[in-house]
């Protein structure tokens, strides 16, 4: 699979300075691209467009053959719950639920059996240290924890695209490495990932960045 944009733009006012300008690029599968730039360059704006959450005000979004920046919301959602994985800057997470449920439900979404999305669900809190905390609902569990349980609702259905906004924000070093790890693991098994980060030390070390200007 790949993602090609072509003279990307958008402006969240119409009067205002563009968000986001001009940007040519090509995601391929297999890859990890690290998107890097000040605050305010545009990295959640891209991230946002290239999974279908917003339209832009100019330019096209391809996934292989097929342009979806203009397809309807019903279409696009059907899209971003099969093929996306989403981690937000800030988690994101349902309140008023368990981690586990937060977690098997974009499994469902995806159109996984309910054992099946329980059992990956569980598997991958235990992968990232927070098994222990599957019963626990978002609002009792720290900030770095939650950040672990969005990534995996994000991984939980396999995706073949994964955006993930500064997923080590809230980290510490080690916690990161299996992080960062993990996304790299999902590139090397086929799957297109891309990485806002503020993050240089990693970024350095990716084969493929994109950086952004304000
Ligand atoms: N909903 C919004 N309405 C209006 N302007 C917005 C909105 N969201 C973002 N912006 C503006 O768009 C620009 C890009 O914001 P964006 O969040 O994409 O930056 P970023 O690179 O992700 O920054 P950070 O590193 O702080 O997360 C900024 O100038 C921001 O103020
Ligand atoms: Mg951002």
């Known amino acids: 699979m790949q993602i090609q944009v072509q003279d990307l733009e958008h ?12 940007l040519s690029h090509t995601f391929e599968a297999g890859t990890l691209t690290g998107i890097t ?3 305010g360059a545009g990295k ?5 467009l290239l999974a279908l959450m917003l339209t832009p005000s100019a330019g096209s979004i391809r996934w292989d053959d097929q342009d979806v920046q203009d397809l309807a919301d019903a279409d696009r959602a059907r899209l971003r719950a099969r093929h ?6 800030d988690a994101v997470l349902d309140l008023s639920r368990t981690a586990l449920d937060n977690v098997m439900e974009a499994g469902w979404l995806a159109g996984l059996r309910r054992e099946e999305s329980a059992s990956r669900a569980q598997e991958l809190l235990d992968r990232f240290g927070v098994g222990a905390r599957a019963t626990y609902r978002p609002g009792e569990v720290s900030g770095g924890q939650a950040q672990r349980i969005a990534l ?13 906004d500064e997923p080590t924000g809230n980290l510490d070093s080690e ?6 790890r993990a996304l790299a693991d999902a590139a090397s098994e086929g799957a297109i990932v891309i990485v806002a980060t503020h993050d240089s030390k990693r970024v350095a070390k990716l ?3 994109l950086q952004l200007v304000p």
């Not at 995996?152 to 993930?164: G, H, S, T």
């Open 84 to 89: 996306v994985g989403f981690v937000f800057q």
């Open 152 to 164: 995996c609702r994000a991984l939980v259905k396999n995706p073949e695209i994964i955006f993930a």
């Open 175 to 180: 916690s990161a490495d299996v992080v960062w």
């Open 44 to 48: 959640s704006t891209l991230l946002y």
């Open 207 to 209: 084969p493929n960045r």
């Open 11 to 22: 402006r969240y006012q119409s009067a205002g300075s563009p968000a986001l300008s001009k």
């Open 37 to 39: 730039g000040p605050s």
